[in-house]
Every structure is written in structure tokens, then in C-alpha cells.
């Protein structure tokens, strides 16, 4: 269920705004998808408004209006599998919503792209010119890379003849003026523009933070499930990718279930044999204590024993995805022979092994055929060179060869005859 009958690659979103790839290129129908599947799934183009986890019901709206308003349609489920995505955050700043782009869409993409092609028009014009400002509240842009290459990119702008603004917080955006202000100086100035791109973070859908006060989870930012994906305080319903945050377990909070479950004598006291029976299994349910043992951080047995930070990287949804499916696709034959870690709680094992997130790294494409690649092992590259890693990956992501092929024909067409910048 879903009210777009197609998937859209988003990590390529921003090159149709710019004219390198084209904006059907990106995306793949969902009927291509599910024909493969020979019936096994069925989709519905609707928005759903509404989970009724009681009677495991969901309510959904038809896109299409009638002269009675939206069909109304009831959905009974079994399992649910929730997916929706988040909504880009505004923190309530004035005339965002009203006047900004926002790049989540394949839309807002087609939207920003003429945007952009009549503003450098405009500028052609006698007596215009064109200024790029990018306005950052912290005070570093790209603050999820590290040092080397935020500075990398900061640079790369100044000399590109992009204005930086870092430490500087947007108060509101007029017709005309964004309204900001310099944090350490207090100062309060505009910025006339010509358009405005709006990028700053997610915040819950309607839809999500109703379900959420519905379970008891209003306090929460986004949807908190264990590390099996399934929604903390409601049963057979599961979340995934931005709309979900895994409630990483503290070892503090088990420790004497853990111990009891260990200590098989009852002596009060652990043995070595008795720890060595279990580490494998503590290992995969609190995996922050193997990067400690990985990373020799471990000075001490508290060390140990300290939480991980939750896990909200945006490129899990995919592996969130695979996971579940696999999970789905094993269900009746895990159920005899589960291949989970030993449950310190209960007896026995948990059916399935935890979600575990496997870090590929992450690139910042800094326009000029430039990019800024981290990989794992602390393997950092920038410039020209790792644009070209950056097209590979790119490509090998892609869901089908279908786009597969249109983006590749896209970058030679943009190659050979640069970059179409008809206003269409
Ligand atoms: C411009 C841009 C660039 C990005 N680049 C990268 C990158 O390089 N690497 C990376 O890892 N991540 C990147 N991301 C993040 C990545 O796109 C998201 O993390 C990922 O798409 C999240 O997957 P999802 O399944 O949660 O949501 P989505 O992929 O957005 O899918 C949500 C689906 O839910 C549907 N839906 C929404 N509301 C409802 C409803 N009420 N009822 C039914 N269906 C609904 C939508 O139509 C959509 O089909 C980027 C995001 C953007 C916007």
C-alpha cells in the first residue's frame, strides 16, 4: 500500500534538480516489481491514515477524489509491516513550508530543477547576478563526515564561489528574504533569494505519531522497535527504514537475568567455562560490546557495560528490508529450530538472529565531478578519483537494470551533449 505506484532511488533524487539524470530514470513501477511475483503480492495505491493495532486493521484514503470524497478502505492484516518514511522537519520556521523547495519527491526534484533554469535565466538578464549561500545551523556543513571532509567541501565552495554560512540559524523565509541570525554575534540579517531548498532533517508523519500515542510511545521522536524490527508494545506489526529507530538494549538493565542464565551451578560466581558459554550469545544480542572488544576500547568492565547509540542511519532501510523478508521467508522453519541467540528472560532461543546494520561507508557528491567518499576502515578519499567509485556504487545499487540502463545512457547523453536546460 502506497500512494505512488512506483519506487524512486533517492540518493540520485538531487541530479534530475540538475539536469544529469533524468527524473523517470530514477524511478522503477511497482506493478514491474510484483509481476515477477506471479500474484504472490498484490499492491493498492492509497494512503493509509490510520493503523488500528487493537483490531489489527489499517485504514486507508484512494488517491483519487470522488464526488463523495476519498474511497475510504479497510485493510484486516495478520502482520504489518510499516515503511513510510518520515517528513522533512521544519522545527515550525515560519514560511517554510509556504515558500521553500523541499528534495524528497521525484516532484519537488522536477520542481526544483525549473526552478533553478528560471532563476539562471533571470540572472542572464542585465543587471542580475547569481549567488548560491548555503546557511548551516552547526558549525560545519556535511557534520555526519568527519573533519577532513567537511573542511574538503568548505573549501571546495569558497573556491566555486559558494557562500558558507555556518553557526547561523534561520528564523523565518518571506516571499522575498530568508531572516537569519549569526549565533555568536546575535546579529539578525537577509538574504534576498530567488529560490530556497530547505534540507534540515525528519521529523514523524501524521499517520506514525497517532499510532504512536495509540502504544504508548508519544514521548518517543520516531517509531522505537527491538532489534528483531517488531514495534515495541504492539504485537506482529514491524517498522522500518526512517519512520523507526531500533531501542538499542542496555546490558545494565539485563545484567543479573544474564548472569542468573549463565551461572548454571547457581555458585553466585561465573567460571570461565560458564562465561565462555555465553559471551557468543551476548555478543549478537548487544553487538556496541564487540566494537568495544574490536576496538580495544575496553578499559574497564563498566566499559562494557555502557549502551551503543541508537541506530538512525538512513541507509539501513534497505537492509531493514532484506532482513525482514528473510525473516518472513523462514518464519515456519525457525519456529522448530530457531537460529537466535539464547533468551536470558525465558528459556530457549529467540526465533531469529537480531538486526545487525553492516556499515558500506557514505559519499557527499560536491558538484564539478568532485565527491567525498568514507569507507570502513577509516579509508577516506575526495576529488575527481572517488566521483568515479561514486558512479560505480551508484549504479550497482540501482533496483533494476531497467534504470540501470536509463541512467547510464543519461550520464553518457550528459557527457557528450552536457546538460539539457530547457525549462519544460
Ligand atoms: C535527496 C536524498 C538523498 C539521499 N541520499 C541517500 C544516500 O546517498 N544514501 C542513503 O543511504 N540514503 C540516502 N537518502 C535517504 C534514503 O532515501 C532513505 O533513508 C530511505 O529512502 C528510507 O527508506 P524508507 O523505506 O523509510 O522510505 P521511502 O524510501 O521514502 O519509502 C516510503 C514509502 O512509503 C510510502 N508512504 C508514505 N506515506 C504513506 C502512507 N501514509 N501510507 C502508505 N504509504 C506511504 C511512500 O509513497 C514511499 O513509497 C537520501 C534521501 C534523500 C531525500
Known sequence: MSPRNYFSFTPLLPSPTCGTVEARSIVEPIRNIIKKKNGQIQFREAECVKIDATNKKVICHSNDDTV??????????????????AQVNTFNTSGVIGH?????????????????????????????????????????????????????AEHKFQRDGIKVKTECRVLGVSEKEIVVKVKSEGIVSSIPYGMVVWSAGTGTRHVIRNFMEQIGQSKRRFLATDEWLRVEGCDSVYALGDCATIHQRKV????????????????????????????????????QLELYLKNKHLRSAKDLLKDSQGNDMKEVAAQHGTYLARCFNHMEEYKTSPEGPLRFKESGRHQFRPFRYKHFGQFAPLGGEQTAAELPGDWVSMGHRSQWLWYSVYLSKQVTWHTRVLVVSDWTRRFIFGRDSSCI
Not at 121 to 137: C, G, M, S, Y
Open 100 to 152: 521553500c523547495h523541499f528534495l524528497k519527491e521525484v516532484e519537488d526534484a522536477q520542481k526544483i530543477r525549473r526552478s533553478v533554469i528560471s532563476c539562471f535565466e533571470k540572472a542572464d538578464l542585465p543587471n542580475n547576478l547569481v549567488r548560491i549561500t548555503v546557511v548551516q545551523f552547526g558549525d560545519h556543513i556535511l557534520n555526519m563526515f568527519g573533519e577532513r571532509v567537511s573542511t574538503f
Open 68 to 85: 463523495l470524497g476519498k474511497t475510504e478502505i479497510f485493510l484486516d492484516y495478520n502482520y504489518l509491516v510499516i515503511a513510510t518514511w
Open 252 to 287: 545494565m538493565e539485563d545484567i543479573s537475568t544474564i548472569f542468573s542464565a549463565a551461572d548454571k551451578d547457581n555458585s553466585g560466581t561465573l567460571t570461565v567455562k560458564e562465561f565462555q558459554d555465553v559471551i557468543k550469545d551476548i555478543l549478537v544480542k548487544y553487538p
